[in-house]
C-alpha cells in the first residue's frame, strides 16, 4: 500500500538547520510532483515547496524562499527538506504530500520545533 513516511524532525535553536527526508513506497515516485506543507497550531496547513517529477523546478513560499531547500532521488524514492536558519515561525507538523492528477497521498507528518 501507499506509505510516505517523514522522519528528521526535532527541536533547534533559532539559526539552526535540520533536515527532513520523506520515505515512499506503494506508488511510481518518479511519476509523481513531491511537496512538503506544514501546519502551526491553529493555524491552516500551508505548502512549503514543491518539486516537479523531473527535478527540474522547484517553488518554495516566500516565507522559506532562500532558506530552504527542497530536493529528491527517484532511485530512492525519497524527497528532502533543508531547513537553514530556522525561526520560532518555522514551528509546526511538517507533511510530505505526493500527488498527481487526482490522487493525493500524505504522511504522518514530523514535529519541528524552534525555540531557545
Known amino acids: 500500500q501507499v506509505q510516505l513516511v517523514e522522519s528528521g524532525g526535532g527541536l533547534v535553536q533559532p539559526g539552526g538547520s535540520l533536515r527532513l527526508s520523506c520515505a515512499a513506497s506503494?506508488?511510481?515516485?518518479?511519476?509523481?510532483?513531491m511537496s512538503w506543507y506544514r501546519q502551526a497550531p491553529g493555524k491552516q496547513r500551508e505548502l512549503v515547496a514543491i518539486i516537479m517529477s523531473a527535478a527540474g523546478y522547484t517553488h518554495y513560499a516566500d516565507s522559506v524562499k532562500g532558506r530552504f531547500t527542497i530536493s529528491r532521488d527517484n532511485a530512492k524514492n525519497t524527497v528532502d527538506l533543508q531547513m537553514n536558519s530556522l525561526k520560532p515561525e518555522d514551528t509546526a507538523v511538517y507533511y510530505c504530500?505526493?500527488?498527481?492528477?487526482?490522487?493525493?497521498?500524505w504522511g504522518q507528518g514530523t514535529q519541528v520545533t524552534v525555540s531557545s
Open positions: 506503494g506508488f511510481t515516485f518518479s511519476n509523481y510532483v
Open positions: 504530500n505526493a500527488r498527481r492528477d487526482l490522487a493525493a497521498y
